[in-house]
């Protein structure tokens, strides 16, 4: 099993910039693919961002178009850690943001992901 933690949400204004972190423990393959999404109410869970292993040494992402430009992610091997960095953030962007991981080589993550975190909510104010 993985045991996956965020943390860094919280509530900031139109236009300003939040980080997103990921931990992630337990059994973790050192080629899990790591991913971020999010949902709010009424809505079905949102991929945003995700990054899989592309060879032995390579790794390449891939971004939803709607944060494409603005949501950035990244990883620290050694901590067995990734992060989303969100800029201009806008109040659409409101929702609780789960980090995620697969052992599905694919960095366009799909509900068929195995591993989720426990949320943290992300509100943006107008």
């Known amino acids: 099993q993985v045991q996956l933690v965020e943390s860094g949400g919280g509530l900031v204004q139109t236009g300003d910039s939040l980080r997103l972190a990921c931990a992630a423990s337990g059994r973790t393959s050192s080629r899990l693919t790591m991913g971020w999404f999010r949902r709010t109410p009424g809505k079905e869970r949102e991929f945003l961002a995700g990054?899989?292993?592309?060879?032995?040494?390579?790794?390449?992402?891939e971004y939803a178009d709607s944060v494409k430009g603005r949501f950035s992610i990244s990883r620290d091997s050694g901590k067995n850690a990734w992060y989303l960095q969100m800029n201009n953030l806008k109040p659409d962007d409101t929702a609780v943001y789960y980090c995620a991981a697969s052992t599905i080589p694919r960095a366009r993550m799909t509900s068929e992901t195995e591993y989720w975190g426990q949320g943290t909510q992300v509100t943006v104010s107008s």
């Open positions: 990054m899989a292993w592309l060879g032995s040494d390579v790794v390449y992402a």
